[in-house]
């Protein structure tokens, strides 16, 4: 398993009461898995743990790629989440830059020293996500539903065993929903596990997953 997680509490640094607990969920490479509920449910704050940014309060067992969650170093959360593929809601994409320099960055950030292989890996994503051609132009240039799949094409540079998405169809409209759901889907397809936090129900339904639903600190799987 990628992922592990056997009766597991959550919380806020500075909080004392746990955002989720009970938490029991196991993610297999190749799995599309949903975490769905209201506004401030704790959806997000369990894909945060995934990486280390909220805290594991209490747990059976809590590992993510081999690490222990609730006793991981500051010094080994890097290694962690060079492994992980994260996109946000809000794509944050580097606006100074066009899309070859914002995927560049992350490459060189990440050890790619050699400029024949950055070029190899970025004309690979950008086809993975049917963005072939748009190197040159800036992120305000693209639609939203263009600019979401650019910042998947970033995600998936470092091939992460593990893709979390925290909302990631939430600004967009119901057609570049799909399209982007289709892009998951096929990522899914080829390996790597998804798991994806959204209130989007339309989308479980179209491309079936696995459901775990937050709601007032519970974690239940979901039958849809």
């Given amino acids: 398993m990628l992922i592990t997680y056997k009766n597991v509490s959550i919380r806020h640094e500075d909080d004392d009461d746990n955002v989720l607990k009970g938490v029991d969920l196991e993610v297999a ?6 975490l769905i509920g209201k506004v401030g449910s704790g959806k997000s704050s369990l894909i945060r743990s995934f990486y280390g940014e909220v805290e594991v309060d209490e747990c059976d067992e809590a590992t993510v790629l081999g690490h222990d969650m609730f006793s991981i170093s ?4 890097q290694p962690l989440r060079r492994e992980l593929g994260i996109i946000f809601q809000d794509f944050k994409l580097l606006t100074d830059r066009n899309i070859h320099k914002n ?15 950055r070029e ?12 072939e051609g748009c ?3 800036m992120p ?22 593990v893709l979390l998405a925290d909302e990631p169809t939430g600004n967009l409209d119901p057609e570049t929903t799909d399209q982007i759901m289709g892009v998951f889907k096929e990522i899914a397809i080829a390996g790597t596990a998804v798991i ?4 989007n129900m339309a989308i479980l339904e ?13 974690f239940t799987k979901y039958d849809n």
């Fill in 196 to 199: 994806i936090a959204t209130h």
């Fill in 29 to 34: 490479a190749g799995d599309l898995v949903y």
């Fill in 74 to 77: 500051r010094e080994d959360l």
């Fill in 206 to 218: 179209k491309f079936p997953g696995t459901v775990y639903q937050c709601e007032g600190q519970n």
């Fill in 140 to 161: 305000h240039e693209l639609s939203g539903g263009e600019q979401q799949r650019i910042a998947i094409a970033r995600a998936l540079l470092n091939s992460p065993k």
């Fill in 135 to 137: 190197e040159n132009k």
């Fill in 103 to 117: 995927l560049e960055f992350v490459l060189k950030a990440t050890g790619w020293n050699d400029k024949t292989d």
């Fill in 120 to 131: 190899q890996r970025i004309s690979e994503v950008l086809r993975d996500v049917k963005m």
